[in-house]
């Protein structure tokens, strides 16, 4: 593993152990990036590198346009994806990919919860990754939907990936409500785009097994 930081962020690359192996960006909350490979190695996945991005600013750096709390007593969102994604495609992925021996197969974005929010807002920004996972994302932010609904991305996505836990949709926040509504308005999207694309549900709520529903996300991108 090499690590290096830029803009305030610790950036961890995980090798492949072939050259010219997919490279999966993870922007992750609080270094799991090492437990996520290890993971999805473990589940056998086809050779790729792993890009594990943290020390973000949750609600800065991850939302797409600023936005008032979602939880009673939380922070507001304000929008700062669109910097932290120049930071991404300008700094990060140049600098981690100078060092490749060969180029990359194919570029994939992750995320879990808000992460996986920015994951899927990186391809309407960028034209660099091809394949998407949106693993328990939070597509209930206020207008996200109809954002998705009503935009192209820069380049159609090869694949996506979207889970959630059955029990996220089980909530009295007015807000969060709708992540299921969402999540399958959206999937139905990508797929009369002619995307291939998956809606995987799991037992529990949001905070149960980040780690393995990741791996599984990353699994099912690789295997496309």
């Given at each position: 593993?090499?690590?290096?930081?830029?803009?305030?962020?610790?950036?961890?690359?995980?090798?492949?152990?072939?050259?010219?192996?997919?490279?999966?960006?993870?922007?992750?909350?609080?270094?799991?990036?090492?437990?996520?490979?290890?993971?999805?190695?473990?589940?056998?996945?086809?050779?790729?590198?792993?890009?594990?991005?943290?020390?973000?600013?949750?609600?800065?750096?991850?939302?797409?346009?600023?936005?008032?709390?979602?939880?009673?007593?939380?922070?507001?969102?304000?929008?700062?994806?669109?910097?932290?994604?120049?930071?991404?495609?300008?700094?990060?992925?140049?600098?981690?990919?100078?060092?490749?021996?060969?180029?990359?197969?194919?570029?994939?974005?992750?995320?879990?919860?808000?992460?996986?929010?920015?994951?899927?807002?990186?391809?309407?920004?960028?034209?660099?990754?091809?394949?998407?996972?949106?693993?328990?994302?939070?597509?209930?932010?206020?207008?996200?939907?109809?954002?998705?609904?009503?935009?192209?991305?820069?380049?159609?996505?090869?694949?996506?990936?979207?889970?959630?836990?059955?029990?996220?949709?089980?909530?009295?926040?007015?807000?969060?409500?709708?992540?299921?509504?969402?999540?399958?308005d959206i999937c139905k999207h990508y797929r009369a785009m002619g995307?291939?694309?998956?809606?995987?549900?799991?037992?529990?709520?949001?905070?149960?097994?980040?780690?393995?529903?990741?791996?599984?996300?990353?699994?099912?991108?690789?295997?496309?």
């Amino acid at each position: 593993m090499d690590q290096f930081t830029t803009g305030g962020k610790s950036v961890s690359v995980f090798p492949a152990a072939e050259p010219g192996a997919p490279v999966i960006y993870l922007n992750a909350g609080s270094g799991e990036g090492q437990q996520v490979y290890e993971a999805a190695l473990a589940a056998g996945c086809l050779p790729f590198a792993l890009v594990a991005i943290g020390d973000l600013g949750w609600n800065r750096d991850l939302a797409p346009w600023d936005s008032p709390a979602a939880f009673k007593g939380g922070e507001p969102f304000t929008g700062g994806a669109d910097d932290y994604l120049r930071l991404l495609v300008g700094d990060i992925l140049p600098r981690v990919e100078s060092s490749l021996t060969d180029a990359p197969a194919w570029r994939g974005i992750v995320g879990y919860s808000l992460a996986g929010l920015f994951a899927l807002y990186a391809i309407y920004q960028a034209d660099i990754f091809s394949r998407v996972g949106s693993i328990s994302g939070s597509l209930w932010f206020p207008g996200w939907r109809e954002y998705v609904l009503t935009h192209q991305p820069k380049r159609p996505p090869d694949c996506v990936y979207f889970s959630l836990g059955d029990r996220e949709s089980k909530t009295r926040n007015p807000v969060l409500i709708n992540i299921g509504r969402n999540t399958e308005d959206i999937c139905k999207h990508y797929r009369a785009m002619g995307t291939d694309t998956v809606f995987q549900l799991n037992p529990g709520n949001h905070f149960d097994h980040p780690v393995e529903r990741t791996a599984a996300g990353i699994a099912w991108l690789l295997s496309r």
